[in-house]
Antibody, heavy 119, light 108 residues
Framework: QVQLVQSGAEVKKPGASVKVSCTFS????????IHWVRQAPGKGLEWMGG????????MYAQRFQGRVTMTGDTSTNTVYMELSSLRSEDTAMYYC????????????WGQGTLVTVSP | SYVLTQPPSASVAPGKTARITCGGS??????VHWYQQRPGQAPALVIY???DRPSGIPDRFSAANSGNTATLTISRVEAGDEADYYC???????????FGGGTKLTVL
C-alpha cells in the first residue's frame, strides 16, 4: 500500500518561494509517477504537473511553466515541488498523488500542505 | 485546452440513486477517473479506467463513459457519500491532466 506524507504548512510573503516535500512508501520513485495537484480555498482541483519515473523528467502544466520545479530523490523516496514568485492567488492546499498504474489515475494522495501567501 | 463540465451540485435522498455527469468533447474516446473528496480530506480515487473500482470501494459506485458524457452512479446512497466528486482525464493533445470543476453531492 502506497503512503504519501507531506511536509507541514507554510506561510510565505509575496514574491518568495516555497518548497513542499512528499515522502512515499510502499513503492519506489521509479515504479510510480508522482503528481502535484492544488486546491484554492473553496475551489476545485488543479493539476500542476508531475515526475515521469522512466526518465526522471518533470512535466508541468502550462500555466505554471517557469514558476514550478519538481524533483525527486530516489535515495529517500521523496519528491519536491518548488513554486516561486508567490502571489496571493497561490494560497491553496497542495497535494501530491501517485500514479502506480501509469494510467494517469491518482491512486493515493498525500494529506495536503497548506501554503498561505500573505504580506 | 480540453474542458470537462460538471454540474456544481446534486442532491439525493438516502437509499436513492445519484448520477453525476461529466461532459467533454468526445470524452468517450478518453479514459475517465473519478474522485471523492469529503470535507477537510484529501481526494480519493473511487473509479478508474472509466468503470473499475479500487479495492475497498463498494459496488454501489459505478460509472460509464460514452460519446460526450461520462457518468458516475452511486446506488443506495448513504449519508457518508456526501462529498465533492471530480472527474479527470489525461488530454493527449496537450499532454495535460484535466479535472472537472467538481459536483457537490448533498444527501437530503
Amino acid at each position: 500500500q502506497v503512503q504519501l506524507v507531506q511536509s507541514g504548512a507554510e506561510v510565505k510573503k509575496p514574491g518568495a518561494s516555497v518548497k513542499v516535500s512528499c515522502t512515499f512508501s510502499g513503492h519506489t520513485l521509479t515504479e510510480s509517477s508522482i503528481h502535484w495537484v492544488r486546491q484554492a480555498p473553496g475551489k476545485g482541483l488543479e493539476w500542476m504537473g508531475g515526475l515521469d519515473p522512466e526518465d526522471g523528467e518533470a512535466m508541468y502544466a502550462q500555466r505554471f511553466q517557469g514558476r514550478v520545479t519538481m524533483t525527486g530523490d530516489t535515495s529517500t523516496n521523496t519528491v519536491y515541488m518548488e513554486l516561486s514568485s508567490l502571489r496571493s492567488e497561490d494560497t491553496a492546499m497542495y497535494y501530491c498523488a501517485s500514479d502506480i498504474n501509469s494510467g494517469w489515475d491518482f491512486d493515493s494522495w498525500g494529506q495536503g500542505t497548506l501554503v498561505t501567501v500573505s504580506p | 485546452s480540453y474542458v470537462l463540465t460538471q454540474p456544481p451540485s446534486a442532491s439525493v435522498a438516502p437509499g436513492k440513486t445519484a448520477r453525476i455527469t461529466c461532459g467533454g468533447s468526445n470524452i468517450g474516446a478518453k479514459t475517465v477517473h473519478w474522485y471523492q473528496q469529503r470535507p477537510g480530506q484529501a481526494p480519493a480515487l473511487v473509479i478508474y479506467y472509466d468503470s473499475d473500482r479500487p479495492s475497498g470501494i463498494p459496488d454501489r459506485f459505478s460509472a460509464a463513459n460514452s460519446g460526450n458524457t461520462a457518468t458516475l452512479t452511486i446506488s443506495r446512497v448513504e449519508a457518508g457519500d456526501e462529498a465533492d466528486y471530480y472527474c479527470q482525464v489525461w488530454d493527449r493533445s496537450s499532454d495535460h491532466v484535466v479535472f472537472g470543476g467538481g459536483t457537490k453531492l448533498t444527501v437530503l
